[in-house]
């Protein structure tokens, strides 16, 4: 009989230990729900891409208020934000104020693009 009540007991702590983690869980789920992430896109002049990529963006995305999408455009291409701007309140628009020609070193003349896309930053 004490071996028998020991094993129910030894069950008991164990079951009552996974409930407990499962509790965890649980609660650490509903904690992540909370979590807003947000989502960059930088774009310049590929309407097309800069569609491609909100589409997907959009479709995959479960909720607007937790995943807010901010769209940086870079050159003034007003097709690119033409396209943007179509989305309506899905997103928001942030245009680069400084438009100038960046003055690249000619051996980092390969490195241009990247500060550009530093600009957004």
Known sequence: L???????????????????????????????E???????????????????????????????????ITVSQDCGHQPTKQAILSYGDQLSLIEQPDLSVIDVPPKEKKFKGYFYIARHY
């Not at 007991?9 to 509790?23: A, E, G, M, P, T």
């Not at 995305?61 to 995943?67: G, N, T």
């Open 2 to 32: 004490q071996v028998l009540e020991g094993e129910v007991s030894r069950q008991s702590h164990f079951y009552n230990d996974v409930l407990h983690k499962l509790h965890n869980v649980a609660d650490n789920q509903l904690a992540q």
């Open 34 to 68: 909370q979590v807003t992430i947000a989502v960059l896109l930088i774009a310049c002049n590929r309407e097309s891409a800069v569609r491609r990529s909100l589409n997907l963006l959009l479709k995959y995305r479960p909720s607007q208020a937790r995943f807010p």
